[in-house]
Structures are given as structure tokens and as C-alpha cells.
């Protein structure tokens, strides 16, 4: 069989009760609109059962499990995913359900429709708080004033398999879904912008934000932006 055109990445830790009706409604979505594509399943060092309830669920569709001894972070297990990914587009999506599979579809309409590589996504409302919001527009002023770029990047993105090379990422955290736009951007790769819904998590509680990690997001920016100097350096020598 020839490869699939499309990757769609589902990575978790600790989803046990979420995994399960997460991925049967993205296997019913993808049978219906993208019936080659291949769901990529990385558990992230899960302790529960989320592996083999994954397992279960996947069972005759087009699929890869792969598993993380130890709980690595997002960026670890995206990069797992897409260093296993087939397809020539890749995309993802949580094991919360926060996202509908449909947001794939809108993600794809866009690459197609405007020549990009790259499809961000925004939330059309996401009741986050006041407090989380004020952190999240602080973050992206500390983008633009570090690395000139004005980000608008909030869930699942859709990237073809060449743009993103898991060896010249090196965040294993949450980090990772900042450094890639900011790569990307500043490139000047053909990128576009849709708006996607954003539903309540299924059950359990988020396990990527807090303020520690948000507190950190500077000094990341700031070790970014070194390395970004050093390989401009390296590229002029």
C-alpha cells in the first residue's frame, strides 16, 4: 500500500477515561472525509490504562502505537509521532477532546485553498479566565519583542512532513508548540490562519498548563533566541 497523505498525530498521558470515545470519533471522521489517513497514538509514559484502551480503539483501522517509557512532555511525543509519521501532511490533536475532528477539515481546506504549508489555528472562545488570558497575551508581546514575530497559534496545526524536523527541535515540553511557529514564521514559510471550536474536556483536568511552566516561557524564548543567533552565525562563517 502506497503511503497515507495524511498523518493525524493523538498523543496522551494518563487519558484513560477520555481515550476510548476521543478516538472513535476521530476514526468515524476520518472514514468519512480522509479514509487513508493513518492515526499515529503516542502514550506519553501513561501509568493508567490508556495505552491498551488506545490499543482497543484503533483495532482495523490504519494505525501506529507507540509508547514513551516515561512521561517525556508534548514536544516529546509530537516529535515522537511525526518521526514515525507516513503521511506528507501531519497534523494532532489531544487526548482530551477538547478539539473535534473537524477541525482537521478546516485545517486542510486552508492549505489547499491558500498554497500554505503551515495552517495555524485559533480558538473562535475558549473560557480560559481572565488570569490565563492576561498570561496568554503576555506571552505572545514576549514573542514579538524577542523574536519579531506576531503569533497566532493556539491548538492543532497542519504542517507538510518536510517542515518540521524533530532534530532541530529541541524542547520536549509545551515549549516546542511555540518554537515551531516562531521557526516557521521567521522563515517566511507560506503559512495560514484558521478559527476552530474549542469543548470542555471530557473529563479529568489539563496536565500542560500552570504558572511555573508559563513563568518559564521566557527564559525558553530567551534560550531561543540564542540559538537562533548562533545558527544565523553558523550559516554566515
Not at 502506497?2 to 476514526?27: G, H, K, Y
Not at 473537524?102 to 503551515?118: H, Q, S, T, Y
Request: aromatic letters at 6%.
Amino acid at each position: 500500500m502506497s503511503d497515507p497523505d495524511l498523518s493525524v498525530i493523538l498523543f496522551a498521558f494518563n487519558e484513560e477515561a477520555n481515550i476510548a470515545p476521543v478516538l472513535t470519533e476521530l476514526r468515524a471522521w476520518l472514514s468519512k472525509h480522509e479514509p487513508s489517513a493513518e492515526v499515529v497514538f503516542v502514550d506519553d509514559g501513561s501509568s493508567d490504562n490508556t495505552f491498551s484502551e488506545a490499543a482497543t480503539a484503533l483495532r482495523g483501522s490504519p494505525h501506529q502505537l507507540l509508547r514513551h517509557d516515561t512521561n517525556r512532555g508534548i514536544g516529546a511525543a509530537l516529535k515522537t509521532g511525526v518521526r514515525a509519521a507516513k503521511g506528507r501532511w501531519v497534523t494532532f490533536l489531544p487526548a482530551d477532546g477538547q478539539i473535534a475532528p473537524d477541525a482537521i477539515g478546516r485545517l486542510r481546506a486552508a492549505a489547499a485553498e491558500e498554497a500554505a504549508d503551515v495552517v495555524f489555528s485559533v480558538y473562535d472562545h475558549r473560557e480560559d479566565g481572565l488570569h490565563r488570558k492576561l498570561l496568554s497575551a503576555g506571552v505572545r508581546g514576549l514573542i514579538l519583542l524577542v523574536h519579531g514575530v506576531r503569533m497566532q497559534s493556539d491548538g492543532p496545526y497542519l504542517f507538510r512532513h518536510d517542515r518540521f524536523d524533530p532534530d532541530k527541535l529541541v524542547p520536549d515540553t509545551f515549549f516546542l508548540n511555540f518554537e515551531f511557529p516562531i521557526r516557521v514564521l521567521g522563515a517566511g514559510v507560506p503559512t495560514a490562519v484558521v478559527t476552530i471550536q474549542c469543548r470542555p474536556r471530557r473529563s479529568g483536568h489539563s496536565k500542560s498548563t500552570g504558572l511555573k511552566r508559563i513563568v518559564g516561557v521566557l527564559q525558553d524564548l530567551l534560550d531561543l533566541r540564542l540559538r537562533r543567533t548562533k545558527e544565523a552565525l553558523g550559516r554566515n562563517a
